[in-house]
């Protein structure tokens, strides 16, 4: 057999082995765990002195510490770590996590560390149940083979399958490249040189490799001399170097460096004069290459080699550097105890050093820094912000420290220390367990949480208003807003006055509101409170006095907001990039609505023009619901009829929208429906009688409440998106372009073929045409079909309309062809981005609100594209076609039975 079918052969009974321990319980692996480490920490000592033989590097007693290490302080570390089956589970929020390994496992080992590498990812690999193919060093193959075997030996004892692990005999750099590539290989875990990690992640799969290391070291005036000297020295003689995270280079602070100096030259390190220095460069690199020959040997085996003598107790091999920069071999990764020591005339320049130290080739790895670290906190932090580096130690040995759980125990104990983009690596932590499992989430469907918000207080019936004032006997100033018609033409507000004063309340009135309230107007009146300084404000009017004095109560109680961020649009009002500051702690809002139709006295909406663009920004947040509304019909006695049909036919549109909306939901449905009962039976006889038919005003006046209740806790449709931007379009009252809009808007939502339905977790299925039919039941219309119901309830809204004197279509209204066809494609496209699309039950196409806008104008009836049969007139090319066969939609649509 070739060595390439050798190595298949491998890789395939790795893979089937790995295929059975994939259904291994927690239990089972644990004992696999744990008798493979058992048997790693047992072998500590022939495993180090097997890879020092071989290897030739290093020092056999540090090499014994490091496969304790890797057995015994892995093994304590994810000894109870769950990495089979259901790791968590969250029934209140439906999550369950499920741990899955990664499958077959590439695990190259350096020749620096041939047994402690093999150990730890054999265990961690064990542990998540994947299988894993060494490809080692070849200068250490038979150490790693050899800890193969011990750890595979002691796994399939402990019930293990066989093959589980494996190890290619004869390591090539071919078959090393051609074990990255195997189609059967699921992960790469590199740990060696530059070239060999770069390899692996070149290698088409995934991979978690180890960029090098070289590890600066700033040493303050503040610093512990004696700690960092023998940290330092410990740290960099350990296996003679060989670990990626020691010390290469100290960066001295003027202050101490002579001090520091002399403790190194008194416990060991021998500094080269300048002659000296120069020599061991020569064979510290190679043609620019680090020279394989003095990696892991002693400092008096490299003195030799570089032919000088030292004392026989030199313990590491110190270069000065006038400068730490590229040229100076000290200054980089030499994987050996030789060390470059710099000079910096304080912290600042230390730490600039230090940063470019990591640039030279430490990126991503390790750096450190010795100081006071209780006293100066600021230091730390400075030395922390600065370094691109994964670990940043404080005082601590960077071998040892960086390994993690030894000098500080929330750092993870790992033999693969990731180096983080940086380093060109794919994580910036210490490799683990939790990055050789897969987690699958499961995630159940679940409802949102919804809520139900009113107005701490809503009073009602005829004569509320002054039963009302007891509630707000004990605040101080109070300031009305309202427009100028209701200051100089009504009693009301003159009441409303006198109320006040008698509770010894101070007022000021502002009445210079208009219809759509311009930005001017809220600065005008923000003014009025700033100077008055009100605990109370008070809207009396229509929609646009109650939006004013919201937007007012805002920049009163928040100076300097931006009203364009307040408006920005939402997808879920919990999840908003903006958040709404926090309203009515220097005064509270009360709401009077002198209209019926509206609901802004117990919503949490408003509308304001920037009237130097003509741009409109609408709010909706609950801290804009008013704090008390008052619901008192005798305001409204005397309306014109225009204002009773707008404000009557926009309650009847807030509560349809509001009992189809995706949002809705058992509390608002009974005021949606309750608001239509009384708006049906009700608004006829208040538009023709006026005020001499006081039920029948009081009656419609607390529906248009109800159904602003409803539709404030369940929002609106694109009905209402259409309207907001054809009013403002062709200046046509709201109510009245709902009401020229919501025909089609039924005919267009009330289908179970919608081309997108709307995502809303509550909101599982196309259900608008049965909603629709709902409200029609509720309003007695008792047909046996839901279809012929909706088809009734669309007959009384037109003859609805027609008792109210409004047009059937836009151009009855009177806006002119030319003028409605150029605007129609910017309505469409506006209406869609309108805050309210995103509640309605039918996600719609901007080409299909495009034919709702065009049907409606010439008062046409909507139907699908597809059931049109041929464009009409003005109708756009650009439509949809649905998937579904034509002849099916007598059974899934309404429109399909919809009255030409």
């Given amino acids: 057999m070739s060595d390439l079918d ?11 082995a790995q295929k059975l321990f994939s259904t291994y319980s927690q239990e089972q692996v644990d004992k696999i765990f744990r008798a493979a480490a058992l048997a790693a920490a047992d072998a500590r000592i022939p495993l180090a002195r097997m890879a020092a033989e071989e290897s030739g590097m290093g020092v056999v007693e540090d090499k014994v510490i490091k496969n304790h290490f890797s057995a015994e302080y892995i093994y304590n570390k994810y000894k109870d770590y769950k990495s089979c089956g259901v790791l968590e589970e969250d029934d209140e929020l439906g999550v369950m996590i499920i741990a899955e390994p990664i499958g077959v496992i590439c695990g190259v080992v350096p020749c620096t560390n041939p047994t402690s590498t093999t150990i730890f990812k054999a265990l961690i690999s064990l542990k998540t149940r994947n299988g894993i193919v060494f490809s080692p060093h070849p200068r250490a193959k038979k150490a790693s083979a050899y800890t193969v075997k011990l ?13 589980i692990i494996a190890c290619v005999a004869e390591p090539t750099l071919q078959l090393t490249e051609a074990l990255m590539h195997h189609p059967q290989i699921d992960l790469i875990l590199a740990t060696g040189g530059p070239g060999m990690v770069k390899a692996a992640y070149s290698s088409a799969k995934p991979a978690i490799g180890v960029g090098a290391g070289n590890t600066p070291v700033v040493i303050d005036e503040t610093a512990d001399v004696k700690r960092a000297v023998s940290s330092i020295l410990m740290s960099k003689t350990f296996d003679n170097g060989v670990v990626c995270a020691s010390e290469q280079s100290c960066i001295v602070v003027d202050e101490i460096y002579d001090q520091l100096k002399e403790r190194f030259i008194r416990y060991g390190g021998y500094f080269l004069n300048e002659e000296e220095a120069d020599k061991v460069r020569k064979v510290l690199f190679v043609n620019g290459n680090l020279n394989a020959k003095i990696v892991g040997q002693s ?13 026989p107790y030199t313990k590491v091999l110190i270069g000065e550097g006038a400068t730490l920069s590229e040229s100076d071999e000290f200054a980089h990764e030499k994987l050996s105890p030789t060390l470059g020591m710099y000079r910096a005339k304080d912290f600042n320049e230390a730490v600039e050093m230090a940063c470019k130290a990591v640039a030279m080739g430490g990126v991503g790895h390790t750096s450190c820094l010795y100081t006071d670290q209780d006293k100066n906190k600021d230091r730390v932090e400075y030395f922390g912000k600065k370094m691109k580096t994964a670990r940043i130690l404080m005082n601590t040995p960077t071998s040892h420290g960086g390994i993690g759980d030894l000098y ?4 993870a104990p790992s033999l693969t ?42 009073y009602f019936r005829r004569g509320a208003m002054a039963t009302a004032m007891e509630d707000l006997k004990d605040f101080k100033r109070a300031c009305i807003v309202t427009d100028k018609y209701l200051f100089n033409n009504t009693p009301y507000l003159h009441e409303l006055t006198e109320m006040l004063k008698e509770r010894n309340i101070e007022c000021q009135v502002f009445y210079e509101v208009q219809a759509d309230p311009t930005l001017t107007t809220i600065r005008k009146g923000t003014d009025v409170l700033n100077n008055f300084q009100p605990d109370l404000i008070i809207a009396v009017g229509g929609g646009s006095p109650m939006d004013a004095a919201k937007m007012m109560w805002v920049s009163y109680e928040h100076p300097g907001i931006d009203f364009k961020e307040l408006s920005l649009r939402f997808m879920d009002i919990r999840k908003r990039i903006f958040h709404f500051p926090k309203m009515g702690v220097k005064a509270k809002l009360v709401c009077i609505p002198t209209t019926s139709g509206t609901g802004s006295e117990v919503t949490p909406f408003a509308v304001v023009t920037d009237d130097s663009t003509g741009q409109k920004y609408p709010l909706a947040d609950y801290e804009l619901t008013p704090f008390m509304a008052i619901i008192d019909a005798n305001l409204v006695m005397d309306m014109p009829k225009g204002l009773s049909a707008a404000g009557g036919i926009d309650a009847v549109t807030h509560a349809i929208e509001a009992y189809v909306s995706v949002l809705a939901n058992e509390f608002s449905d009974g005021q949606a429906l309750q608001a239509l009962k009384l708006l049906k039976a009700y608004l006829p006889r208040a538009y023709k009688n006026g005020a001499d038919d006081p039920v029948a005003r009081e009656k419609v006046h607390n529906a248009a409440t109800v159904a602003g209740i409803a539709f404030a806790n369940s929002f609106l449709g694109v009905c209402h998106s259409m309207a907001h931007k054809l009013g403002a379009e062709f200046h046509i009252p709201h109510g009245i372009a709902n009401a020229l809009l919501l025909c089609n808007t039924i005919r267009f939502n009330a289908t179970n073929l919608p081309t997108k339905q709307t995502a809303f977790s509550q909101y ?8 629709y039919g709902e409200i029609a039941l ?28 409004i047009p059937m279509s836009i151009q009855e209204w009177g806006v002119p062809e030319s003028d409605f066809l150029a605007k129609v494609d910017e309505l469409a496209v506006n209406a869609f981005d309108d805050q309210c699309t995103g509640a309605n039950p039918r996600y719609p196409l901007i080409s299909e609100l495009r034919s709702i806008l065009l049907d409606s104008y010439y008062g046409r009836t909507y139907v699908e594209e597809y059931e049109r049969g041929h464009l009409r007139p003005n109708q756009s090319c650009d439509s949809f076609t649905v998937l579904a066969h034509a002849d099916e939609g007598s059974e899934n649509s309404f429109q399909a039975v919809a009255k030409p």
């Fill in 6 to 16: 050798k190595l298949n052969e491998l890789v395939a009974r790795t893979q089937a």
């Fill in 417 to 458: 220390l990731g180096c983080g983009s940086w380093g060109g690596n794919s994580i910036s932590e210490n490799v683990g367990p939790k990055h050789l499992m897969n987690k699958k989430t499961v995630a159940k469907r679940e409802e949102n949480m919804l809520w139900h918000k009113l107005p701490p207080s809503i």
């Fill in 764 to 771: 599982d299925r196309p259900n608008a045409l049965r909603r």
């Fill in 151 to 163: 750890i595979l030996d002691a796994a399939v004892a402990a019930g293990a399958p066989e093959d």
């Fill in 778 to 805: 509720h309003l007695g219309f008792t047909h046996e079909h839901t279809v012929d119901r909706v088809n009734a309830m669309l007959e009384w809204l037109d003859d609805l309309k027609r008792d109210l004197n």
């Fill in 299 to 311: 400092a008096l085996k490299i003195a030799e080699l570089a032919g000088i003598m030292v004392p």
């Fill in 408 to 411: 500080n125990f929330a750092l």
